[in-house]
């Protein structure tokens, strides 16, 4: 282990080095605790008797002969205060299920990695469709629909989840965090063991496995990552060696909004600990990016700007950031943020924060309330819609519908929608059509596909008996052949953050309610048409050349349980005016549709 690399905070892989390592007829045990009297280690191998670690400066060691994959132990701190207590392994590659807390001997090289094809190709999908499905592994679905238990493991849910994210053309996968956590009310957000696979789910040569079919069927995979505080629980990172080693001393910033401690970024041991832990998921599970969730409370001190900025962990994420991308260049560091701060997606070396994408929650909320608003209010929220394209350019955005718009009485994103259950369909097809038609990659949480209207609880699988109804059934099919044009159109996701991909054909309509935008890549055109009002419209605009516009999907076609027969739905042409070419369209009330515009060969 390179010492100084470690006190400099510059280290990335201190997993190699700390925690339990298995090898022929024993394990090795190390462990960071510079400022405890002595510490010991207990476990299955030992009858929990406990056995003195050899001091070598801050670090503490122990070979085991006879210890062996599977075992459980502790460490047992004596603090200098002549407190005795007993902790996981900070470093630990598996725990006990809660509340149950012991530490397990992993062995990381048990499972053999077939997705070299995978990783020789993939990128940061810059100029690619990015569709990312955002799940809880745990109520997805689950073996008889049972609420406390019937989790599937990560090899059982693998023949489930791979064909259902291909057949709705998903390019990617997010799993809410899946390191240890003893609450499952939590979701994994207030973490006690951060290098530990959840063993709700089984064990880490089984979530290696997953992620390895997930590659080895072309689908790219992103974990939720939780790098700015740590859970309570006395057995856990808080007080480790009997001074908070990781964590700010008591003071009005020890303690987060969600009852957590925050890390202190600005020791070594801190540093090195959480940015080996972003390294760690990386390399040894080959996940493709890391979601980075809080970022405003790494920015801010408590993720209060009037509070200033916190130099501490901005520093941290500016340095860790850097480290990764130097890594893993071809995987993605995405940031949760909901703070204006600057360049959270520029190059640290060009004064960023070194993300490759941030969250549009502005976006998120300024959409989600226009839709709240009754139509015939609309038009004094018109620019709720194009607000966003006039800072979309400042940084590279993700468009997300997360797991936080469907949870904790905020509703589901179709029960969102005004009006009554049958007014709410129709809304939200127009509305997805508005999000995978604007630019910026898409996020979006499992249920909303199919219009789940029951908001989401960690405890009880998804109601996929939704789909026997056809309101629910038809939005299903839609979603699909919406993200299957998303996926397939280069207009739609290539060079999206390139100004002259995207141009405003009708911006200021607010008393129709009606937008119209053309999106443009590859040679190829997409004029993009809405309808919000209560009412059918019909809208006149100009061409710039004479076009034929050819219909792609329509959000209110009879097949998606819309109003238009799919016979009406005919091919637009401009025709000739005093000013240029001319074109009208009607659209239904709550409706989208998309065009291919190809140049008339007159």
């Known amino acids: 282990m390179d010492y100084n690399l470690f006190y400099q905070g510059k280290m990335f892989d201190a997993y190699d080095h700390l925690g339990s390592h298995s090898y022929f007829g024993g394990v090795y045990f190390c462990t960071y605790a510079p400022n405890a009297q002595k510490v010991a280690v207990i476990g299955s191998f030992n009858n929990w008797f406990p056995q003195q670690m050899e001091r070598n400066g801050d670090f503490w060691s122990i070979d085991i002969k006879g210890a062996m994959p599977n075992d459980l132990y502790k460490y047992v701190i004596y603090t200098r205060n002549g407190e005795t207590v007993e902790h996981c392994d900070p470093y630990g590659f598996g725990m006990e299920l809660r509340p149950d807390w012991a530490s397990v001997v992993r062995n990381l090289d048990e499972y053999h990695f077939t997705d070299d094809e995978w990783i020789s190709k993939r990128d940061k999908n810059y100029n690619k469709p990015l569709n990312i499905y955002e799940m809880h592994l745990g109520s997805w679905k689950k073996k008889n629909n049972a609420e406390e238990t019937g989790w599937y493991s990560y090899t059982e849910i693998a023949e489930l989840l791979i064909p259902y994210l291909k057949e709705n053309h998903y390019t990617h996968v997010e799993f809410m965090p899946l390191s240890e956590h003893p609450a499952d009310i939590s979701w994994g957000y207030q973490n006690t063991g951060f290098y530990a696979p959840t063993s709700r789910y089984g064990t880490a040569a089984q979530l290696m496995e997953l992620i390895d079919k997930l590659h080895n069927a072309d689908i790219g995979v992103i974990m939720d990552f939780v790098p700015v505080h740590f859970a309570l629980d006395s057995y856990a990172l808080r007080n480790f060696d009997g001074t908070s080693l990781y964590e700010y001393p008591e003071s009005d910033v020890a303690i987060s909004e969600w009852g957590t401690c925050n890390f202190l970024f600005n020791k070594p041991g801190t540093a090195v600990f959480m940015q080996s832990c972003a390294d760690y998921w990386l390399t040894r599970y080959h996940f493709d990016g890391l979601r980075m969730d809080a970022i405003s409370r790494a920015i801010y001190w408590q993720g209060d700007a009037a509070r200033g900025v916190n130099p501490n962990s901005l520093d941290f994420l500016k340095k860790m950031n850097a480290g990764l991308q130097q890594r893993h260049p071809d995987c993605m560091l995405i940031a949760e943020d909901s703070t204006a701060f600057p360049k959270i997606t520029a190059p640290v070396e060009y004064g960023g924060l070194g993300f490759d994408y941030k969250w549009d929650l502005g976006w998120m909320n300024d959409t989600l309330n226009y839709f709240r608003t009754p139509p015939a209010e609309r038009k004094d929220h018109h620019h709720l819609l194009t607000f966003s394209m006039q800072y979309f350019y400042n940084e590279l955005y993700m468009l997300e519908l997360s797991h936080d718009e469907n949870v904790h009485g905020k509703a589901t994103v179709i029960q969102k929608m005004w009006g009554g259950y049958e007014d709410k369909f129709p809304q939200a097809r127009a509305m997805y059509m508005y999000m995978y038609t604007h630019p910026g990659k898409k996020l979006n949480f499992m249920g909303g596909e199919f219009a789940q209207f029951r908001e989401w609880d960690e405890t009880r699988e998804q109601d996929w008996d939704m789909l026997k109804y056809p309101l629910h059934e038809s939005f299903n099919r839609y979603i699909k052949k919406l993200c299957e044009l998303y996926t397939n159109m280069p207009a739609l996701h290539n060079g999206e953050y390139d100004r002259s991909t995207f141009r405003w054909l009708m911006a200021d309509n607010d008393s129709q309610n009606f937008y119209v935008y ?85």
């Open 518 to 602: 053309m999106r443009s890549a590859e040679n190829q055109d997409i004029l993009c048409a809405f309808n919000f009002s209560g009412s059918e419209q019909t809208v006149r605009l100009n061409a710039d050349k004479p076009w034929v516009l050819t219909p792609l999907l329509h959000s209110d076609e009879q097949t998606y349980s819309g109003t238009v027969k799919h016979e009406d739905i005919l091919p637009i042409y401009t025709r000739q005016a005093i000013d240029g070419e001319i074109f009208e369209l009607t659209l239904p009330r709550f409706s989208a549709v998309m065009f291919e515009v190809k140049e008339q060969i007159l």
